[in-house]
């Protein structure tokens, strides 16, 4: 099977919101009149966003999930997708799993795959995802306000769980946690139906993929705010929260969480709680932003914690 | 200089167009009343898509001109640019010199970058490109009709020579066409101009990257229609020209074009060439669709012209 038959084969679907699919020079969509355009990519590479033996299913999700919670963090509608592939073989069996995993997640957010690019090469992932918002209206990084609530979507810290146990960083020896851990890590749910719900109520929001403390100090920084993070309030598996300062590095620091962590006015809290129990999503309030600048990560007593990393850069 | 760092030093810049650009989870720009939105994908990696010891800026600009390419096939205007790389280390010198080959195209065809993604890994480069044409207008690779013109843009041929004499398959022992072979696989020069100019003139177009042939075929098998190519009415360069059959395999299958090929009515002809005098860019009719399927590549006296390999595929 070649290049062109496995693309039309496992990628090219029907996409009937587009005016035209996978298979010419371009893809073309009508953009919704009345809104913006949000767009973003994230490309995934074997042996450093995943495990070379991950399930290609999994992977499939994964490399779809990553970019979806780029779309939830701006509150954006997710519509379309193109998926670049570099594989060392064209591996039939892996692609149609691959693809399983992929779709099954389009699919369940209404995604359509409208194009991309397969070759030769060593295993390398690359989607771009467009959403749609009403136009002016976007979460962004640099919104903020001193006075903010901080909140944080739904568990943290089972992704980075997962990938210290099987580097041998540390052992996970509680079979449920070591499950509920691998699943976090290889099927991390985009949260967009909240970033949608959070589009009228938050400030601010970033979704957490370097760590919750990185990506958060993305949020400051370009707002001009300082912030302080209750390790005490940060959410996680029951199983994790029982030793939470133990593993404190994997629940502000992690990475791998695809959570979304949000700035919100103190006079939005009932709000926001009653508009994440619609969409299904258990949400924290974490800590709160001030006037200056850094971030400061405090214990029940209100002492700095100090962690050895702060985030995941890909060439430190 | 960290990841980040990185990033915001050469890649993140002013993009006027954009409401939002490089360095939130999402870029936002505002599509054009009245227009539809184009968008391709493609991937480069080392040692198949280019040489490990290319020059960086001959790389930049390459990676963005094969993505603009494909908006030119569709007579779409280019507006803006993601980028993702996997980088094996953050050299800065090379990220440097690739900025300033992936930016100087950038600026002549005021496209804007807006976004991307860089990661550690096996050198690989996947530009998604974002472009506009009014609504409903496009240069579909379905829209040929039997009895039309082929035609194709600039010089044939001049890539694949380049490639060949570098891998020894062949020996070009004249420097001023291996001077011309070597700029034309480093610097393709996207066909913007020419394809906005054909939109409303042509039927069907597509970018030649895999081979005269390959692409055609994909014109062909789209619209249902057969062809016949004249090898005698090959553009390029003209020491190749004078030694056209002895290269015709890098002529009509070598890939690494970068030109388009486009199908018109013969009524059209005339507005064609004018139009392509407006864009200073050589246009040549090669040959004309017919009834039927398949193509046909013909010599002086009407006889098939026999090739190896019609295209290139990556798992071939």
């Known amino acids: ?33 009345g809104c913006d355009l949000h767009m973003s990519v994230d490309m995934l590479v074997e042996g ?3 495990f070379s033996d991950v399930a290609p299913r999994a992977l499939g999700h994964k490399t779809l999930a990553v970019n979806l919670s780029d779309m939830a963090a701006m ?23 691959f693809a399983a995993g992929f779709f099954a997640l389009a699919d369940a957010h209404g995604v359509e795959l409208i ?6 090469g060593p295993l390398t992932l690359s989607v771009t995802i467009l959403g749609e918002a009403p136009s ?13 609530d901080i909140w944080v979507s739904g568990e943290l810290g089972l992704g980075a769980l997962a990938v210290r146990h099987r580097l041998g960083w ?8 070591l499950a509920a851990a691998t699943h976090k890590l290889e099927y991390p749910e985009p949260r967009l139906a909240l970033g949608a719900a959070m589009l009228p109520l938050a400030r601010a929001a970033a979704d957490v993929s370097d760590g919750l403390l990185a990506d ?28 939470r300062m133990e593993h404190i590095a994997c629940l502000a620091a992690g990475g791998d969480d695809y959570e979304l962590i949000f700035t919100a006015p103190p006079s939005r809290r009932a709000d926001i709680e009653a508009a994440a129990q619609v969409c299904g999503c258990r949400v924290s309030r974490i800590g709160r932003t001030l006037a200056g600048k850094g ?16 985030g995941y850069d890909h060439f430190g």
Chains 1, 2 share one sequence.
């Open 75 to 97: 509150g954006a509608r997710a519509r379309w997708a193109l998926l670049s592939i570099a594989l060392p073989k064209a591996n039939e069996a892996w692609v149609s799993e």
């Open 115 to 120: 194009g991309g690019d397969t070759t030769g």
């Open 170 to 177: 540390l052992n996970v020896n509680d079979a449920e946690l």
């Open 48 to 50: 450093r966003h995943f």
């Open 1 to 33: 099977m070649n290049e062109f038959e496995l693309i039309s084969r496992y990628f090219k679907r029907d996409a009937p919101s587009a005016r035209l699919g996978v298979g010419d020079d371009a893809a073309i969509v009508r953009p919704t009149p």
């Open 216 to 243: 958060l100090g993305h949020i400051l920084a370009a707002s001009g705010v300082a912030g302080e993070i209750w390790a005490e309030a940060l959410p996680s598996h029951p199983l994790l929260e029982a030793r």
């Open 295 to 310: 971030c400061a990560l405090l214990d029940a007593e209100g002492r700095a914690v100090k962690l050895d990393k702060e």
């Open 136 to 148: 002016g209206q976007a979460l962004r990084r640099d919104a903020a306000q001193a006075g903010d």
